[in-house]
Nanobody, 115 residues
């Protein structure tokens, strides 16, 4: 059973930073695409960043230059470093593991950017 557990969320002031972590058990991340999504109330879940098996990242336009996705295959962990946070980054953030078209999601973690 593949399980993803996110951590590192919380409340931060605008301009601040947070680092989200996603620890995966029950399946290796090395051959998988890993991603972070976010969702706000009443809206669909949207892609924030991806990291392919080759480690190359891709970002949604609004987070380019502020967010960095990285992966540690040895620790089976993917992180999302979020800098210069804005109020519009407030959302529940979800970690995803995708392999052979099978998706596994974490439970989600709240990030709130507010003064």
């Amino acid at each position: 059973q593949v399980r993803l557990v996110e951590s590192g969320g919380g409340l931060v002031q605008p301009g601040g930073s947070l680092r989200l972590s996603c620890v995966v058990s029950g399946g290796a991340i090395s051959p998988a695409t890993m991603a972070w999504y976010r969702q706000t109330p009443g809206k669909r879940r949207v892609l924030v960043a991806t990291s392919g098996p080759d480690g190359l990242p891709n970002y949604e336009d609004s987070v380019k230059g502020r967010f960095t996705i990285s992966r540690d295959n040895a620790k089976n962990t993917v992180t999302l470093q979020m800098n210069n946070l804005k109020s519009e980054d407030t959302a529940v953030y979800y970690c995803l593991r995708r392999y052979w078209a099978r998706d596994y999601w974490g439970q989600g973690i709240q990030v709130t950017v507010s003064s």
